[in-house]
């Protein structure tokens, strides 16, 4: 098992990272969040986990072992792979997470791509006595990433090549198609990245 990997980021993508250790390149999956504090030719660790299958060999990346951690117990659940439990973490954090599996909050588990109604129930049914403790905000509620993800899709547009000035630029444009439930990172990032395509 490979637990944790340490290098310099040789290069990061809208999906993830290459880490180069030992003069090895680790192609590493990440979430947006995880990816906006990369940047290509500086250090950086991450906790990693390796998901084994008959015809590939995958490593996800982590900001943290709270992360990671959170991540492999999401894939105990029936029916949760690797994709599922990190667009789960790409969505929520962590705290976030296990609030809503502690409390039966299906509503804010709907939210990740992926889950429906059945599939969130399944979750707090498998989950809830495994979840362990909950963080609760100062507001009473641990939620959604709270608005985080302007800077997240903005770091993450940078670590990709872009300005800084064309990143603000992606991220204003974007922020005029929200209405309402904010999408999932990924989304948004996968949208900026079309319309800086478009200017290019």
């Keep these: 098992m490979i637990a944790s ?19 090895v390149g680790l192609a590493v999956q ?56 990190q667009a789960v973490l790409a969505v929520l954090t962590p705290d976030a997470v296990r609030a809503a599996i502690a409390g039966g909050d299906t509503a804010t588990l709907t ?3 992926g889950i429906g109604k059945k599939g969130a129930e399944r979750l707090v049914l498998e989950l809830r006595d495994k979840i362990g403790p909950v963080a609760v905000g100062s507001d009473g509620a641990a939620g959604v990433l709270p608005g985080a993800w302007h800077d997240q899709v903005r770091q993450a547009l940078i670590g ?34 079309r319309l800086l395509g478009k200017t290019r």
């Design 30 to 85: 990440c979430a947006p969040g995880t990816l906006a504090n990369l940047r290509p030719g500086a250090p950086a660790r991450l906790a990693t986990s390796l998901v084994v299958r008959e015809d590939s060999l995958t490593l996800y990346g982590f900001a943290d072992d709270d992360e990671k951690q959170l991540f492999e117990l999401l894939q105990t659940a029936s029916g949760v792979g690797p994709r599922l439990a």
């Design 160 to 193: 990709l090549g872009w300005s800084a000035a064309q990143a603000d630029q992606a991220v204003a444009a974007v922020a005029e198609t929200v209405d309402g439930v904010t999408p999932p990172v990924p989304v948004l990032l996968k949208h900026a990245i």
């Design 5 to 23: 990997v340490s290098g310099v980021v040789a290069a990061v993508s809208p999906d993830g990272a290459v880490i180069e250790v030992g003069g």
């Design 111 to 113: 939210r990740v791509p």
